[in-house]
């Protein structure tokens, strides 16, 4: 079983930064392509960031481009969102998502990934 569990969420003001963690429990880690999403309230789950099992290859949404950066420590289990740039329409719920391998074909839907965490808030002020 795996298990997904978020921290560093928070309030912020326009323009500072947050990093976000997600801390894994279970088997092979290094066999989980990982993800952060999130959902502004009354709107829809959106991809935000993924990281491929070796952290070779990143991804992004257009929107956060530039300004977020995905990472991962295979040693230690963990998957980190920095956010820098903050602005006010980032404030969200952000989870992070695991599936297991590397996808052939990215994608960013969020019946693709069979493991997420609880969400962490993200209060951007203006």
């Known amino acids: 079983q795996v298990q997904l569990v978020e921290s560093g969420g928070g309030l912020v003001q326009a323009g500072g930064s947050l990093r976000l963690t997600c801390a894994v429990s279970?088997?092979?880690?290094?066999?989980?392509?990982m993800g952060w999403f999130r959902q502004a309230p009354g709107k829809e789950r959106e991809f935000v960031a993924g990281?491929?099992?070796?952290?070779?290859?990143?991804y992004y949404a257009e929107s956060v481009k530039g300004r977020f950066t995905i990472s991962r420590d295979n040693a230690k289990g963990t998957v980190y969102l920095q956010m820098n740039s903050l602005k006010s329409e980032d404030t969200a719920v952000y989870y992070c998502?695991?599936?297991?391998?590397?996808?052939?074909?990215?994608?960013?839907?969020?019946?693709?990934?069979?493991?997420w965490g609880q969400g962490t808030q993200v209060t951007v002020s203006s």
């Open positions: 990281i491929r099992r070796s952290g070779s290859g990143t």
């Open positions: 279970g088997r092979a880690f290094s066999n989980l392509f």
């Open positions: 998502a695991a599936r297991w391998y590397d996808p052939i074909v990215l994608s960013t839907t969020t019946s693709d990934f069979a493991y």
